[in-house]
């Protein structure tokens, strides 16, 4: 099992990490080719439109893109959320190139910039069903997105009330989103956080990850069996 961590800028060293510590490899992508060799990706948070103007000049949005639709296990942290959306809105935002794929609306910004940065305690009893422990999580928001609209097949894991000082408000896109935005959803193969799981010593994220692609492998091994049956 390789899993790898898309190494242009933002906290990739910082996910490899955290694998480390469940005892998973992580393996740094910069190369169209390299996508080859892994089972997962994980695109880190950073700064989407760098992350994405390093990709073009690398050339892997193709290969990123080919990768999504194998149904392989992404996970987008925060900027990689972004990246993993199939459309952007919000500040800085427009033009912004995205590998696509989950069927969200992300705001960029959501929460305001670095001085309205924050850490809350997240409801999330998806993750104790499947990895045990709290049905909570210390989620670390950094000039972090949030997901405003999700498509039927996207099943939301986590929402966030909106700090009563948040900046949201001057922006028009986040009208009528006053109370509680999605921060973490998933679809199929696909994972979604506006937090930074790989900043905090809880490596539950992490390892519901990984089950995604048991679970991916399991479905096409059904299908196998079903495609024999015809
Ligand atoms: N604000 C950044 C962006 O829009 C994301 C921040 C992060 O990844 N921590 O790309």
């Not at 080919?66 to 199939?86: D, H, M, Q, R, Y």
């Not at 939301?156 to 009528?176: H, Y």
């Not at 900043?199 to 059904?222: I, P, Q, V, Y």
Request: aromatic residues 6%; glycine residues 10%; neutral net charge.
């Amino acid at each position: 099992m390789a899993v790898g961590v898309l190494a242009l800028q933002g906290s990739f060293k910082e996910h490899i990490a955290a694998l480390r510590r469940i005892g998973v490899k992580g393996v740094e992508i910069r190369k169209p080719e390299q996508l080859n060799n892994v089972d997962y990706l994980i695109i880190p948070g950073g700064e989407s439109t760098t992350m994405a103007k390093l990709a073009d000049y690398h050339n892997l949005f193709n290969a990123l893109q080919e990768f999504v639709s194998t149904g392989k296990p992404v996970w987008g942290t925060c900027a990689g959320l972004i990246f993993l959306a199939n459309k952007a809105v919000g500040q800085k935002s427009g033009g912004q190139k995205l590998i696509g794929g989950l069927d969200c609306v992300v705001h960029r910004n959501f929460f305001g910039s670095q001085l309205q940065s924050f850490e809350t305690q997240l409801a999330v009893p998806k993750l104790a069903e499947k990895e045990g422990g709290p049905d909570s999580f210390r989620g670390v928001f950094i000039r972090a997105p949030a997901i405003l609209e999700a498509g039927p097949d996207v099943e939301v894991l986590a929402d966030c009330p909106v700090p009563s000082d948040n900046a949201r408000t001057t922006i028009p896109a986040a009208e009528g989103k006053k109370e509680k935005v999605i921060v973490a959803v998933r679809q199929g193969n696909l994972l979604g956080t506006a937090f930074h799981p790989e900043l905090t010593s809880d490596s539950r994220w992490h390892s519901l990850f990984l089950k995604m692609g048991k679970e991916a492998g399991e479905r096409n091994l059904m299908s196998a069996d079903e495609s024999h049956l015809e």
